[in-house]
């Protein structure tokens, strides 16, 4: 699902010169085999002087304890005339550790429409003996993996000779970009550190450009002939999230830079966005016309609907129950959908055709709807930096004005004025519904997290725009649960749980019956279960509305356990929270180290327990933990043990305000967190009750 | 002419259609389309209704025809059909296939399926297409066929894996094997095959099978091979399960220059041993090197050692990285053909260095032979396939002081006297001074492969903790940390141990590794040095609560998930894990109760021993856990399900602690 325009995503620890995979998935087509690149044959040719150069770098103090060190990264894009580039990369990375051979297992990605004109590496050991790369030493794969995939892109990868501690492996390759794309991405951060990196920029006479910075200073380039451009880096440090738990996505932190030429060359970060939704928008032109059928079934779903969210709901439902993620592309078809008819027909598309689908279907009954570019990992479209990095395409449904349905929770408004000429009062027109149609589990009104707060570009002509998608409140997402339990005088317990689920706790739970049968529904519940209640007896599951959106989904589970409360002594200790947990372990936070980068809490929500836990005859609670009330602000939580009349009662709240908190949150994240674990793993100590202490205990 | 015999293809191929397609169509009953559950297969999201395999070499065609019922969300999965060929020798010519809904309408499948690269090496290219059916609704039925033609001088060598996915009503495979090949046409032909290794004539056709109970292939009149199922379990997805290969219901054709089992094993053990010892001549080189290794005083014990610790410190590519043809000429390297060759570069494959190591016992006196095993995370020997390919690794078998011991010097941080389990328990062919033969590696011991967690927890009034951990390993634990470190690096084992740890430690307790002491010699104990701290225990409004077993505190238990078990239980390699754990309390607090002292018994297999002393200011809670099996048997699955329940309900078990005030108040 990674993607981004054509960005060189240094992201997986191997230097890459990444295609841009579609939008939604991958990429694929329907054509017989394409060639495969001109055959390799490697002839006898020494390392290039550059590499030559680049391996006398010394290694820097700061990547002593890296596994690799890349030395040189640099880039030349040469455009035509016609708008049309080639990009070479030469790259020479020094090998440190075994683990670091990951880095010199070059990549080049091609296709039906980016043709690898040449690959070529070399190693010099550290002996200093130099290898060249041989043809069997280069291996091609389709990127097809994918059950729901057609792709036509390929991957060749470098299995380096002599690549071994200490060995620096260099690679050059040429490849011509996408002829329909404009813009290239440099991401100039990896997981280890760069020494030198540069980005030249070759533009026909009188060609322009314009560049967008995200996570580092803007640099101006240096001019090195009339339209031939420079920039440059030095000692980029490494960005590592490997150990880092709750971190924003990688693409989210990483430092980047995009160049845009020929028509999307403009300048000011508002007209960007605006070029970038014209292209997406000259692309997609007419494929979303409703069809006489595909208008036909629009007003059949509609008929005698009562209101808006109703048109919507029936709309919306047919197109998550109907249209199967199936994804077909080739070239253009990254970023293209296909045909509304053809969609329609074969029911099945994907991200982009689901959405091309809706657009056509709403617009047969009168809605409005945009596409809107985004991508799961928040934080990687940056509405400072103007780019065609996303992953996933979803709908922007026109709210008619004097609509206040609350079900629509997941609104928007559009500013009139992107530019922001005017006043915010009257900067602010289309009130916009967000809404995923590839999301078969979230029904409308409502987005899941992963898209909260993360941002998107709106196709509206002029209009087009970058948008952040709302946090929703609380109340949308989380899970009520409610329980009633008998503890046998021998600590075995059983009983019942009832489970309501909204917003992403729901999405996910659907998510999962759907990929699995009711065989793996079983063991998973039984696995997670068990991790409560070791000695689980699971005596069965009942799920109810699971094809109902609009409702929250039921989940009934029924069981037993023995030895769920342990003696110790006279005592009989019993953990009231019997399943579930809301501790979010980050272990740096959780040691008290400096948090660098924000912690990412998950789905707003609100999660409530209530457990009834019926005591064996002749026992009394003799000790409890002490209640907890706490509120951080993005976060609260509260819980309490009462016992009345034999039965002890355990209630809890936990309320989830946002997605992600800056790391300066991160001490009150810490408190919480103490607070919840150890209010987790307390227990409620029972004692036998006899003559002499007959009356004591709390709660009673 | 002379034809090739093409071994892969059936691997390549999943599934085909017939250029009759539509022909060959079922209309579905009424029945079926009505269906929304099997009671055959309750739980399944899908289920074959029909499934049918054909291979005709005379007409050189394999084809695929597969009739399911969708019967939940999940089961929409199998709309798409991947299949992967060879490209130039191979050629799909026909694929169809439609929907049908449960209310009859029938949604053909349109258009031309996608032929896309799957994977390229060298010459090599894999190509695969594929289709997904049109409209498919939770209750369909998916029909598809699909043929692929090959070329004249190919001979296919079909492998039915009978076992799908998902249940399967009926199956019925077919294979029509070249004349020659047909009953009654065993004498040559114009036609013939050969190994392309030995040049032998392969003039025999056998199978290996694995097939339910009452079911038996036949062989009609005409040569043709068919057999028919109803009712076929799906693959069985269950936890610890041995190498899923072998235990699927499967037919394995082959074609094999031997008339019976004893003649084949017999001559290629012969082949295989002659080759061995032409490697593993003790030629003058490999005394001069022996020489310089060993003293002429030293034992037979210690000559083995100290011969094994110089072929382990040699480079061994399966660890490190295989050289290329090309980079090994820069180097001005070759490809090993004797055993010094492997000496004097100082480096070579796993089975160079086994080989190696044979050549210098053999060079020192020592009466050593090598074996050839399976290695048993990819398989089970199964004599009856005709098959060397099931072999993978060799060992070397030494005679010291009168006593046989079973060496592992190809595998890396492997310690002197053991075998790595993959090697342990497993069936080969070995040397011997009478000749070659059949036979199994003995299993490992559960004192072998030992770890020993100690901990000293240092604990403050309010349940934080301070601890220092070590942990002692030896035998297969200690090794698969070391290879970690060979083959990624210090830092990531490091890192690795550390998210295990992660998942050891008590919740709200983090870990992280000091130091590690013996990563590097296979011959001392592996040493952990860990720093713990955190919040571990719970108070209430008189207590501290604590887990009574900190290593185990996070309550994961084996085998509770399944009641009843299809696969035997493969724990890989018996072991003991032993924890002692010192609990230093705060002043002023003292034990309320404590883990009881017990003995949990499954008798010849497993033990669970708890001990707990305390004195002033300490507890120290021993835990004692000795698996001493490799694996059991399905039907013994109640028996092991019970005592780890046991376990699990063992390890619940609590540390109260109360102020001493507190206590006398009560």
């Known amino acids: ?700 | 002419m002379r034809a090739r015999l093409i071994c892969c293809l059936p691997l390549l191929v999943f599934t085909f259609a017939s250029s009759t397609a539509y022909g060959q169509f079922h209309d579905p009953t009424k029945e079926e389309l009505a269906m929304t559950s099997d009671p055959k297969a309750p739980d399944a999201a899908a289920v074959y209704l029909d499934y049918e395999e054909k291979t005709d070499d005379p007409l050189h065609y394999y084809s695929v025809y597969a009739r399911i019922k969708v019967l939940a969300e999940k089961g929409k999965e199998l709309a798409t059909v991947n299949i992967p060929y060879l490209r130039g020798e191979t050629k799909i010519n026909d694929i169809h296939g439609r929907t049908i809904h449960p209310d009859g309408t029938v949604v053909p499948l349109e258009g031309k399926p996608a032929d896309l690269l799957q994977s390229k090496s060298g010459d090599e290219q894999i190509g695969k297409r594929v289709f997904t059916l049109p409209s498919v609704t939770v209750g369909s039925i998916l029909e598809y066929e699909y043929q692929i033609d090959y070329d004249d001088n190919i001979y296919s060598s079909p492998q039915w894996w009978i076992q799908q996915p998902y249940f399967v009503h009926h199956a019925q495979y077919s294979f029509m094997p070249f004349p020659a090949f047909q009953k009654g046409n065993a004498a040559m032909t114009s036609r013939y095959l050969e190994d392309p290794k030995t040049e032998r004539v392969l003039n025999h056709m056998m199978w290996a099978q694995l097939l339910p109970s009452g079911v038996k292939m036949v062989n009609d009149a005409q040569g043709r091979f068919t057999l028919e199922l109803t009712d076929v379990p799906a693959i069985p997805r269950e936890e610890h399960m041995p190498p899923i290969q072998s235990t699927l219901y499967r037919v394995l054709f082959y074609y094999t220059w031997a008339a019976s089992e004893g003649d084949y094993w017999t001559e290629e053990a012969k082949s295989w041993s002659k080759e061995v010892d032409h490697f593993a001549e003790p030629s003058d080189a490999v005394k001069k090197a022996v020489a310089g290794i060993v003293a002429p005083t030293d034992s037979d014990l210690v000559k083995a050692q100290k011969l094994y610790a110089a072929v382990q410190a040699l480079d061994n590519t399966d660890f490190s990285r295989e050289k290329g043809k090309e980079e090994l000429k820069v180097l001005g390297l070759r490809q090993a053909k004797r055993a010094e060759d492997t000496w004097t570069q100082k480096s070579g494959s796993k089975e160079d260095i086994a080989r190696l190591y044979l050549a210098m016992l053999r060079a020192a006196g020592i009466p050593a032979y090598a074996m050839k095993v399976v290695n048993r995370n990819r398989g089970v020997l199964d004599p009856t396939y005709l098959n060397f390919g099931q072999l993978d690794d060799e060992i070397v078998l030494a005679t010291i002081a009168g006593k046989e011991m079973d060496l592992d010097p190809g595998e890396k941080m492997c310690p002197f006297g053991t075998l790595d389990w993959i090697h342990a328990g497993t069936g080969g062919i070995r040397q011997d001074e009478k000749g070659v033969g059949l036979t199994f590696t003995p299993e490992l011991k559960y004192a072998d492969n030992t770890t020993l967690r100690t901990a000293d927890v240092y604990l403050d009034a309010q349940g934080q903790v301070k601890a220092r951990v070590t942990y002692v390993m030896t035998g297969q634990n200690a090794m698969g940390w070391r290879q970690t470190a060979l083959i990624y690096g210090k830092e990531e084992m490091q890192k690795r141990f550390d998210r295990m740890l992660q998942e050891a430690m008590p919740g709200g307790v983090e870990a992280h590794v000091d130091h590690f002491l013996g990563l590097d010699d296979p011959g001392t104990n592996l040493l952990a040095i860990v720093n713990a701290e955190g919040a571990l225990g719970a108070a209430t409004e008189k207590r501290l609560l604590l887990p009574g077993f900190f290593f185990e505190a996070r309550g994961h238990v084996d085998f509770v998930n399944e009641v009843k078990r299809q696969t035997p239980v493969d724990m890989l390699y018996p072991d003991r894990v032993v924890d002692q754990v010192t609990y230093h309390l705060p002043d002023g607090v003292s034990v309320e109760g404590a883990p009881k002292n017990d003995q949990i018994l499954w008798p010849h297999r497993a033990l669970l021993t708890v001990k707990v002393a305390q004195t002033p200011g300490q507890v120290v809670v021993t835990r004692d856990f000795a698996q001493g099996f490799t694996a059991v048997k399905a039907d013994e699955y109640a028996d092991l399900r019970g005592f780890y329940q046991k376990v699990g309900a063992s390890d619940q078990q609590a540390m109260v602690l109360v102020t001493t005030a507190e206590q006398k108040g009560n």
């Open chain 1, 1 to 700: 699902m990674e993607q981004g325009s054509g960005v060189r995503d240094q992201e997986s620890g191997k230097a890459r010169v990444v295609f841009h995979p579609a939008l939604c998935c991958v990429v694929a087509a329907m054509m017989a085999c394409c060639a495969l690149p001109a055959p390799a044959h490697e002839k006898s040719m020494p390392m290039p002087d550059w590499a030559v150069n680049a391996a006398k770098t010394a290694t820097p103090d700061d990547a002593k304890n890296a596994p690799a060190v890349i030395l040189l990264d640099e880039y030349l894009i040469t455009v035509d005339a016609q708008n049309h580039a080639v990009e070479r990369e030469r790259y020479a990375v020094r090998i440190l550790t075994p683990q670091g051979r990951d880095y010199a297992h070059c990549t080049a990605y091609y296709d039906t429409d980016e043709k690898l004109h040449y690959f070529h590496a070399w190693t010099l050991g550290a002996d200093g003996k130099q290898f060249q790369a041989k043809d069997e030493d280069f291996a091609d794969q389709g990127l097809a993996e994918s059950e729901v995939l057609q792709s036509t892109a390929r991957l060749r990868t470098l299995n380096p000779p002599g690549a071994d501690p200490g060995a620096v492996v260099a690679c050059e390759t040429e490849t011509e970009l996408r002829p329909y794309m404009d813009e290239e991405t440099w991401a100039f951060q990896a997981p280890v550190p760069v020494v030198s990196e540069a980005l030249e920029l070759a533009l026909p006479p009188g060609g322009h450009f314009a560049d967008s910075w995200r996570g580092y200073p803007a640099i101006k380039p240096e001019e090195t002939t009339d339209s031939h451009l420079r920039w440059e880096i030095h000692d980029m440090p490494a960005l590592d999230l490997e150990n880092v738990r709750s971190a924003p996505a990688w693409g989210a932190l990483a430092a980047r830079m995009s160049v845009m030429w020929g028509d999307m060359a403009v300048h000011g970060t508002a007209a960007q966005w605006r070029e970038l939704g014209l292209w997406q928008a000259a692309l997609e032109e007419h494929r979303a016309d409703p069809t006489p059928e595909i208008a036909a079934k629009a007003k059949e779903l509609t008929a005698g609907v009562p209101d808006f969210y109703a048109k919507l709901e029936r709309i919306t439902d047919y197109i998550q129950k109907n249209v199967r993620y199936f994804v077909i592309e080739t070239g253009v078809g990254g970023w293209q959908a296909h045909w509304a008819a053809d969609i329609y027909r074969n029911g099945y598309g994907d991200c982009k055709d689901k959405t091309t689908l809706l657009i056509a279907m709403l617009d047969a009954v009168g809605i409005r709807a945009y596409y809107l570019h985004v991508d799961t990992r928040r934080g990687v479209i940056d509405p400072d930096a103007p780019s065609l990095m996303g992953n996933h395409m979803i709908t922007a449904i026109e709210i008619p004005a004097g609509v206040n349905d609350p079900r629509l929770v997941a609104r928007v408004k559009m500013a009139q004025d992107p530019e922001g000429k005017t006043s915010p009062e009257d900067n602010e027109s289309k009130d916009l519904l967000i809404f995923d149609p590839t999301d078969e589990w979230t029904p409308v009104g409502l987005i899941r997290s992963e898209l909260q707060g993360a941002y998107g570009n709106i196709s509206d002509g002029e209009n087009s725009q970058v948008l952040r998608m709302p946090v929703l409140p609380p109340a949308a997402g989380g899970i009520t649960r409610v329980g009633k339990f008998t503890l046998g005088v021998d600590g075995g317990i059983s009983g019942e749980i009832d489970e309501s689920r909204v917003g992403d706790a729901a999405e996910r739970e659907r998510a999962e019956i759907k990929y699995s049968d009711a065989h793996e529904i079983h063991d998973a519940m039984e696995q997670s279960l068990s991790g409560d209640l070791p000695e689980l007896d699971f005596k069965g599951y009942e799920f109810s509305s699971v094809g109902d959106l609009e409702k929250p989904l039921g989940l009934t589970v029924k069981l037993a356990a023995a030895n769920y409360a342990h003696p110790a002594g006279p005592l009989l200790l019993l953990r009231p929270r019997i399943v579930g947990s809301h501790v979010h372990a980050v272990p740096d936070v959780m040691a008290g180290r400096k948090r660098s980068y924000p912690i990412v809490l998950g789905a707003p929500g609100t999660w409530r327990d209530s457990f009834e836990i019926a005591l064996p005859a002749g026992y009394t609670v003799d000790d409890a933990p002490e209640p907890v009330k706490m509120d951080v602000g993005f976060a609260s939580y509260q819980s309490s043990v009462t016992a009345r009349d034999g039965v002890l009662h355990y209630e809890s709240e936990y309320v989830v305000r946002d997605v992600q908190i800056p790391a300066a949150d991160a001490a009150d994240f810490r408190r919480l967190e103490l607070a919840i674990l150890k209010n987790e793993k307390s227990s409620v100590v029972l004692k036998k009750q006899t003559i002499a202490d007959s009356g004591q205990g709390p709660g009673k």
